[in-house]
T-cell receptor, first 112, second 113 residues
């Protein structure tokens, strides 16, 4: 089946540790995105990538890092510099611009 | 409808009624708009989209209206069903070769049986 796979679904992290969230798509989409969602809030853009080996900061990039070494994969690292990392993280992908983005099922990260 | 406040706007309707969810978008240069539905604990799902050269677009039980003069978008759901209960987001694309998709804060729709 074609789609976007995020893993793991739930993730727990100790304060001060980096953690990497996985996002893989087999839709052959050029663009990929990471969004953060807090309870009762909208989606805020962390990073996005329009093509392999290129990515841009979104609105809340501080404390996060990404890579885009392969078209299918866009992992997000939540670093210890992110002061409030507990949130629901959503990955998405889209073909050319002006088309809908398809979302994964999300990863819920909790800092303990 | 949408709000710039921290709390999620809510809309409560009776089953069978029509629902109207509103969204004020931010950029007058945006040329593509999407409505998404998000159920609890899941990723958003595409409902319907509209381009800036249109004022109205209809899907199955849903209609999106675009008013570029006041930068306003609305989603109308006909004969609302309990399965329509979810959070609804509008999203805008700023156009050209820019892939960036910006989301509004969302509206929680509750359908009462």
């Amino acid at each position: 089946d074609g789609g976007i796979t995020q893993s793991p679904k739930y993730l727990f992290r100790k304060e001060g540790q980096n953690v990497t969230l996985s996002c893989e798509q087999n839709l052959n989409h050029d663009a990929m995105y990471w969004y953060r969602q807090d309870p009762g809030q909208g989606l805020r853009l962390i990073y996005y990538s329009q093509i392999v080996n290129d990515f841009q900061k979104g609105d809340i990039a501080e404390g996060y890092s990404v890579s885009r070494e392969k078209k299918e994969s866009f992992p997000l690292t939540v670093t210890s510099a992110q002061k409030n990392p507990t949130a629901f993280y959503l990955c998405a992908s889209s073909p050319p611009p002006d088309t809908e983005a398809f979302f994964g099922q999300g990863t819920r990260l909790t800092v303990v | 409808g949408e709000s710039v406040g921290l709390h999620l706007p809510t809309l409560s309707v009776q089953e069978g009624d029509n629902s109207i969810i509103n969204c004020a978008y931010s950029n007058s240069a945006s040329d593509y708009f999407i409505w998404y539905k998000q159920e609890s604990g899941k990723g958003p799902q595409f409902i319907i989209d509209i381009r800036s050269n249109m004022d109205k677009r209809q899907g199955q039980r849903v209609t999106v209206l675009l008013n570029k003069t006041v930068k306003h978008l609305s989603l109308q759901i006909a004969a609302t069903q309990p399965g329509d209960s979810a959070v609804y987001f509008c999203a805008e694309n700023f156009g050209g070769s820019n892939y960036k998709l910006t989301f509004g804060k969302g509206t929680l729709l509750t359908v009462n049986p």
